[in-house]
């Protein structure tokens, strides 16, 4: 399935508690305030790596830009924009957003 | 509310202020200034140029002291105080101006 | 507020800038309440940091960029704006990542600096 986070990992517990929910081969989508968990030196980004062995993460991209965090994305998170967010959610049977 | 100039129509708010300010061009400049009874000479070009250069920088219309204090580092001290700006657009530079410039409502603006 | 006593006012800004309009909305009651002449600082703590990210591009997300306008606060003679230390280093951020001046310092001493304020006003 796939899980949407659209908070900041250091202001809510919307990342913490959908990682530790989430079960192997699920994906994950950053947006909104959510994408700066997959940015270098946050201090999620140790859970976000942990978690992209287990589960494939995608970030929306005009929301890293807005924020001004586009050039210091983690790697292994893959990039989308609009038009994939309407495809990721296709393509999953379920989503759960972890607002 | 709406200007309209050979055809082309430009939408403005309750106050007069023109909506969207990428639309801002001389001749809607004209039209507002005729609406405010100001008649454009190139001092007030000047002032209005300023403000929206200003706009185009900061993304803010400034208010009447901050833009005084401006104008005075940019034009001089003769023309960065308000009796001269006042004399320009007696009903407020900042918010004549300002509405001539195609901009929004002063943010500070009370 | 009798005329001509200035009174100390400590803006707080703890959001990220986009995800709600916080940053925005604290943003434009320090520039009108600029025009009052009054002794004014803003502290940016925890996610309240990423509003001084530079480099906002804000086309993508079709909202206005607001970040341009911190640039005019010292127009506006708002030039004490505090970071705090122990955010950046949670964030990976710097000084250096900052879109205008600041002074970077740790919880405790923004915590004392609240202390001498006479309004202290959340965002």
Redesign the interface.
Known sequence: MLHIVNKSPLDRNSLDTCLATAQPGGALLLIEDGVYAATSGNAAAGKLTQAMGQMKVYALKADLEARGMADRVLEGVNLVDYGDFVDLVAEHATCQSWL | MAIEINGKSYETDEEGYLVDLNEWNEDVAKILAEQENVNMTDQHWEVVNFLREYYNEFQIAPAVRVLTKAIGKKLGADKGNSQYLYELFPYGPAKQACKIAGLPKPTGCV | MSEGQIKKFMYVNR??????VYALESL?VV??A??FDQDVSLAFM??GV?QL?????????E???????Y??LD??DVNKLYVEKEALD????TQDDMVVPVEVMSRAEIGKLMETQDVVLSF
Do not use: M, S
Request: aromatic share 10%.
């Open positions: 959001k990220a800038p986009h995800g709600t434009e520039l009108i600029a025009a925890d996610d990423y990210k530079k480099g906002f591009n804000t086309k993508g997300i909202v206005k960029n607001f970040q341009p306008t640039r005019a127009d506006y949670a964030r990976g951020l």
